[in-house]
């Protein structure tokens, strides 16, 4: 349990740690600055699985398939610009996948974290209500705004927050790291209140900043309308958006201690009040599952969203309104463990090719992958993953790192298996008009 100096001991009871993986191929920004010269692309290519890759017509880059700019699914966006992850990946799921389980969820998905990649669905675009499912936003609003250090006063809007809580009293001043546990391992309501509060200053404007990094993260269909998920007119989301709610979450590391957290206590800042709490998740410890979030209201169900980590694969589960939601999620997990396989194909930040950059400095620019590329594989699939290459050339200078210029993909026959953005390695200049003339002058 954790003392009064906020030091976490070793009776808390928590989930092994995992390992750095990245889920958003859609995530902007490249390690390395300016400048950095690209890895060597006949290298880098030919260390691919050649035995699952089967060279297409091309550029001459090995087993790439290179497409003109109109093979494009949408339109690259303007750098800065947020690139949401839901238009990268397949939003069916996978073909060649032997029966899924039968579940008793009204709605349903099972996703493999690192790709996005969907390996089951059932209903899983149908907007329903999420109880305290909704809290997954709530603790990434408090970890991503919030310092954990901060100290909250709680008000009576807080304290008198209906069913589930922390046990929350009108004026006591609590860590704002003890509030983030009591949302998510006891699923406190009164806790969600006072975040929002200490976050945006009222639960409306707390629930606008909500709606808004939803959107921000591809949490398309949902509407939130309170911190803490009891029913509310118009308080609805869906199980893929769930799905990515809780992808992102789990990339942040104090979210990956907190919901995966058995037990462990709180206290009041002035260390006159402590309580000990429990998480409501029933499964944590059970099949490799490592938290996320439970709910339960009379308009919502059941619900739960889980993860399970195994052999380096982790995969998130969502199952809305269940009969059994503990079986149920059990089940997928299980299932989606048989059912795939995952073969990595590029790293993030492996050269995959150039485009001509017209007007620059410079006359082409290196692309890299944003992100790893990760096909995951059916194990009763015999069609060979190939790797697809659709960039945007030429482009026009000024280019700047991290601007995206096409996408890459692993495909198996005509399915779409995995994708990532390709992007420019470095900054282009545009050059000057006067250099052009200097230019032109001297070679006559």
Excluded at 89 to 113: C, M, N, Q, Y
Excluded at 131 to 157: C, N, Y
Excluded at 239 to 256: K, N, V, W, Y
Aim: proline share 7%; glycine share 12%; net charge positive.
């Amino acid at each position: 349990m954790r003392g009064r100096t906020g030091e976490r001991a070793g009776r808390a009871v928590t989930a092994r740690a995992l390992g750095v993986a990245v889920l958003l191929a859609a995530a902007a920004g490249l390690a390395g600055g300016a400048g950095a010269a690209p890895a060597a692309a006949p290298a880098s290519l030919a260390d691919l699985p050649v035995a699952l890759l089967q060279a297409g017509p091309g550029d001459g880059a090995g087993p790439f398939r290179v497409e003109g700019p109109g093979a494009l699914p949408h339109h690259l966006v303007p750098p800065g610009v947020l690139r949401p992850t839901p238009l990268l990946f397949p939003s069916s799921p996978l073909p060649g996948l032997p029966d899924p389980p039968a579940i008793r969820a009204r709605a349903a998905i099972l996703v493999e974290w690192r790709t996005g990649t969907v390996l089951y669905a059932r209903r899983a675009d149908v907007r329903v209500h999420p109880a305290s499912t909704t809290k997954i936003l709530t603790a990434i609003l408090a970890l991503e705004r919030g310092s954990l250090d901060d100290v909250v006063t709680v008000s009576a809007r807080s304290a008198r927050t209906p069913g589930s809580s922390m046990g929350l009293t009108v004026g006591m001043r609590v860590p704002l790291e003890d509030l983030v546990y009591g949302l998510l391992v006891t699923s406190g309501n009164d806790a969600a209140v006072a975040i929002a509060e200490h976050l945006a200053g009222s639960v409306e404007e707390f629930s606008r900043l909500m709606n808004r990094r939803a959107w921000e993260l591809g949490a398309l269909a949902s509407t939130f309308r309170n911190p803490h998920g009891l029913t509310a007119r118009g308080h609805k989301t869906t199980a893929r958006d769930l799905a990515t709610l809780a992808g992102h979450a789990l990339e942040l590391p104090r979210f990956r201690e907190m919901a995966c957290t058995g037990a462990t206590d709180v206290c009041s800042a002035d260390g006159t009040w402590e309580r000990v709490l429990f998480n409501t998740n029933r499964l944590l410890g059970t099949g490799q599952v490592e938290g996320i979030k439970t709910g339960t209201t009379g308009a919502a169900g059941d619900c739960l969203v889980a993860s399970a980590m195994r052999d380096g694969l982790r995969l998130v589960s969502v199952v809305l309104d269940a009969g059994d939601r503990w079986a149920d999620t059990l089940a997928l997990l299980e299932w989606g463990y048989r059912a795939v396989s995952f073969v990595p194909l590029l790293q993030a930040g492996e050269y995959v090719g150039s485009v001509a950059a017209v007007g620059g400095v410079t006359p082409r620019v290196a692309g890299l992958a944003d992100g790893p590329l990760v096909a995951p594989v059916p194990w009763a699939q015999d069609a060979p993953v190939r790797v697809e290459l659709s960039l945007e050339d030429p482009v026009r200078a000024p280019v700047r790192q991290g601007q995206p210029l096409g996408l890459v993909r692993a495909v198996a026959g005509d399915t779409v298996l995995a994708t990532a953005w390709v992007v420019a390695a470095t900054d282009v200049d545009r050059e000057r008009w006067w250099r052009r003339i200097l230019g032109r002058a001297a070679i006559r």
